[in-house]
């Protein structure tokens, strides 16, 4: 079982629709949990960042996490052609150092359809 | 402001032939790096992190290397490139001290095609 599980996809929605992206995860020590945006042939840039569990807003983002059920979601409400690109859940434990690394989910494909 | 810049964003390369993929990272210092390469459908696999001047781990055996000769310098390296080399290689960095996000900071990748 993969540490991190993410459905590839792809996902189209019309213009305007609330698209809800999702990630589920094994390891209970997990703490902080990201959401990363990747366009076509660039890397993926940080979207999201939440501590724990609870939601988090920006704009017409939101980041929920629920650490009971190992399952983390990226809400995108009135959604945009913009919007379009691989979205990557990524996820480590407490903890500095690099050895305590991130952990990517396989990203999800999503396409906005104007 | 911090900012990472890898190069070359586009190569093709013969079967048998060397590497060198390059990463700086500006306005930051001891940072922890990262190589990672990412093929389609299958999510970003760490290649190499390294936590300063000299000192590489690498987390999976393969034909490619990296190295750091100075700080906020990362490269990726390979003496004889295989067709299973091909892919999206990308550099990323964080801070040592991990403040914020913790999350890593992604250069803008090479597309590596191994002919």
């Known amino acids: 079982q993969k540490e991190v599980e993410q459905d590839p996809g792809p996902l189209s929605v019309p213009e305007g629709a609330i698209v809800s992206l999702n990630c589920t995860y094994s390891?209970?020590?997990?703490?902080?949990f990201m959401w990363y945006r990747q366009y076509s042939r660039k890397g993926p840039e940080l979207l999201m960042y939440t501590y724990s569990s609870g939601n988090k807003e920006d704009g017409r983002f939101t980041a929920q996490v629920d650490k009971s059920s190992k399952y983390i979601s990226l809400f995108i409400r009135d959604s945009q052609p913009s919007d379009s690109a691989t979205y990557l859940c990524?996820?480590?434990?407490?903890?500095?150092?690099?050895?305590?690394?991130?952990?990517f989910g396989t990203g999800t494909l999503l396409a906005v359809q104007p | 402001s911090q900012t990472i810049h890898q190069w070359p964003a586009t190569l093709v390369q013969p079967v048998g032939s060397p590497l060198s993929l390059e990463c700086t990272v500006e306005g930051t210092s001891n940072p922890n790096l990262y190589w990672y390469r990412q093929a389609a459908g299958r999510g970003l696999q760490l290649l190499f992190y390294s936590v300063g001047i000299g000192q590489i781990s690498s987390e999976v055996p393969q034909n490619l290397s990296a190295s750091r000769p100075q700080d906020r310098q990362f490269i990726l390296s390979s003496k004889k490139l295989l067709l299973s080399d091909s892919g999206f290689y990308l550099c990323?960095?964080?801070?040592?001290?991990?403040?914020?996000?913790?999350?890593?900071?992604f250069g803008s990748g090479t597309r590596l095609t191994v002919v």
């Open positions: 390891n209970s020590a997990f703490q902080y």
């Open positions: 990323a960095w964080r801070p040592l001290s991990g403040t914020g996000s913790n999350g890593y900071t």
């Open positions: 990524a996820m480590r434990s407490q903890g500095g150092g690099a050895t305590n690394k991130l952990i």
